[in-house]
T-cell receptor, first 112, second 115 residues
Framework: QQQVKQSPQSLIVQKGGISIINCAYE??????FPWYQQFPGKGPALLIA?????SEKKEGRFTISFNKSAKQFSLHIMDSQPGDSATYFC???????????FGRGTSLIVHP | SAVISQKPSRDICQRGTSLTIQCQVD?????MFWYRQQPGQSLTLIAT?????????ESGFVIDKFPISRPNLTFSTLTVSNMSPEDSSIYLC????????????FGAGSRLTVL
């Protein structure tokens, strides 16, 4: 049973546009929600993360929006750049566990 | 943060053979993990590599197929045994740093193609 559902599977955005990736979770015990970014030929790397006590976290052009009641969270990439082209994974973990549950990933292509 | 080196970065293997992937970390870590990433798929945890004891395998993965060694706090190996084309995948080593950090650092991965 997939506990973290991620959409869309792929996304094409023009340079300067906004990229939005959505995730939904089922387990209310999750208390840490990271996003990982993976470039071709590289391993995933932590991009940004949020805990459920806040509704939004922003780091540069990247923002996580979190809706605890709806059990949803999303990644917004403002002013998307070709260098942002990568696969993005949302994830969720609980109670100090180092083992997150990953979404299926979103392949983002930003056209110049 | 930790730096993880994985070898080989890629390999092409024949059906029925076995391949061992090495993972070296530049600092001592308690928890090391092995993941599989199939084309277009998510990151699937194979096992947690425990130093000084047997690895803990996730549902669907068994020690006979994916034996793991963890001889010390900086090194681990994953062997993919008796390979079939279905084993073609990227295998990723990962470590967790810091108490309660919930953050994983990944190696660059080993891309295996089984013919």
């Amino acid at each position: 049973q997939q506990q973290v559902k991620q959409s869309p599977q792929s996304l094409i955005v023009q340079k300067g546009g906004i990229s939005i990736i959505n995730c939904a979770y089922e387990n209310t015990a999750f208390d840490y929600f990271p996003w990982y970014q993976q470039f071709p030929g590289k391993g995933p790397a932590l991009l940004i993360a949020i805990r459920p006590d806040v509704s939004e976290k922003k780091e540069g052009r990247f923002t996580i929006s979190f809706n605890k009641s709806a059990k949803q969270f999303s990644l917004h990439i403002m002013d998307s750049q070709p260098g942002d082209s990568a696969t993005y994974f949302c994830a969720a973990s609980m109670g100090g566990s180092y083992i997150p549950t990953f979404g299926r990933g979103t392949s983002l292509i930003v056209h110049p | 943060s930790a730096v993880i080196s994985q070898k080989p970065s890629r390999d092409i293997c024949q059906r029925g053979t076995s391949l061992t992937i090495q993972c070296q970390v530049d600092s001592q870590v308690t928890m090391m993990f092995w993941y599989r990433q199939q084309p277009g798929q998510s990151l699937t945890l194979i096992a947690t590599a425990n130093q000084g004891s047997e690895a803990t395998y996730e549902s669907g993965f068994v020690i006979d197929k994916f034996p793991i060694s963890r001889p010390n706090l900086t090194f681990s190996t994953l062997t993919v045994s008796n390979m079939s084309p279905e084993d073609s995948s990227i295998y990723l080593c990962s470590v967790a740093l810091g108490s309660g950090a919930n953050v994983l650092t990944f190696g660059a991965g080993s891309r295996l193609t089984v013919l």
